[in-house]
């Protein structure tokens, strides 16, 4: 048995290295870098010898919200067509494990099964109309939709496929530890210096957290499991809402002494009319840090706005072995790791 990682360097590839050679049960792992295989390089992968490969998890990706277009269509959607290229040539394949994001259900609403979404429509501006039509899919971003893209690429190919769509990383695991900063730990930042007095949302959106330890025992799971979709991710009653998430996070900066200091008010959650306004108004006054911390905020500004219900069921089917953090405990201990650290600055 051998498994080939795409992504090997990056945050969730390297976990999952490093899960599967502890493991032992898998034989020999070829792990992708960037430096062993760009991606965005066409037929970069068309010298890999294919003999014995037994299982892909397919994790290069760029997870950036504020993405573009271009890196976004090279990277996850012209990356995973060389890696389903690969894939189709090796003669032992028994699973392609393709690493997705929820979030391409896009922003609809409601409940999202475990199975494919409909036609792609490209990212919009936020605050604009909805479409009801129920077979179209728009994206708050261009990642959202890249992915979207990249999970169709992979269904489309007729391989034993899994998609597993896993939730927002925010600690490494439920210690609250972070060796990987990302848009929320950034949005919390700005939050703690006063940066950010409104915040788009809804106080009762769920927003749907993970570690990396939950998504990599997940995936371990998942690579011999049945074909098809998964939501990697906690049940509703494990997920925080927005509101909370704030209550609990601002709890742990009132601990720190120059935070009290300095009478921070918790933010005003304001309507996305309100926001798209209050955004667009800013972009015609020279940049600022006013500015500038919403623009950080305004890529995935839309999502606070649609409640989703992810079902799992598959996933508990395909894992006996399902724990997720508790919410409420994640939450705090990842505030007060990035304020004790000021986010990884010190030890």
């Not at 989703?308 to 069921?313: A, H, P, R, S």
Request: proline share 5%; charged share 20%.
């Amino acid at each position: 048995m051998t498994v080939l990682v795409t992504g090997a360097a990056g945050y969730v590839g390297g976990l999952i290295v490093k899960a599967l050679r502890e493991h032992g049960g898998y034989g020999d792992v070829l792990a992708f870098g960037r430096a062993e295989a760009d991606l965005t390089v066409p037929g970069v992968l068309d010298a890999v010898p294919t003999a014995g490969i037994t299982h892909i998890v397919h994790a290069a990706a760029v997870t950036k919200f504020a993405v573009d277009r271009d890196t976004a269509k090279a990277v996850n959607i012209g990356g995973t067509e060389q890696v389903v290229g690969l894939a189709e040539r090796c003669p032992d394949l028994e699973r392609i494990v393709l690493l997705s994001t929820l979030y391409t259900a896009g922003l609809a609403t409601g409940d999202i099964a475990e199975e494919p979404a409909g036609v792609i429509e490209e990212p919009r501006a936020a605050g604009g109309e909805d479409d009801d039509s129920t077979d179209v899919v728009h994206f708050a971003n261009y990642y959202e939709w890249s992915k979207h893209a990249a999970e169709r690429l992979v269904l489309d190919s007729g391989l034993p496929a899994t998609i597993a769509r896993v939730p927002t990383i925010i600690a490494d695991d439920d210690s609250g530890h972070v060796s990987q900063y990302n848009a929320v730990h950034n949005t919390l930042k700005l939050l703690y210096y006063g940066l950010l007095s409104l915040m788009p949302g809804l106080a009762d959106v769920p927003v749907a957290l993970g570690t990396g330890e939950f998504t990599v025992n997940a995936t371990m799971a998942l690579l011999d499991a049945e074909p098809g979709y998964y939501h990697v991710c906690p049940d509703l009653e494990q997920t925080p809402r927005l509101g909370r998430i704030v209550d609990l996070m601002f709890s742990a900066f009132e601990q720190d002494t120059n935070f009290i200091r300095r009478q921070i008010l918790r933010p005003l959650l304001v309507d996305e009319a309100a926001f798209a306004n209050l955004i667009n108004g800013l972009r015609t006054l020279p940049h600022g840090p006013v500015l500038d911390a919403l623009e950080s905020v305004s890529p995935f500004s839309s999502q606070l706005f649609r409640p989703k219900v992810f079902g799992n069921t598959r996933l508990h089917k395909a894992w006996p072995n399902y724990r997720a953090p508790d919410s409420d405990a994640l939450v705090s201990q990842t505030a007060e790791y990035l304020v004790r650290t000021r986010w990884g600055r010190t030890s």
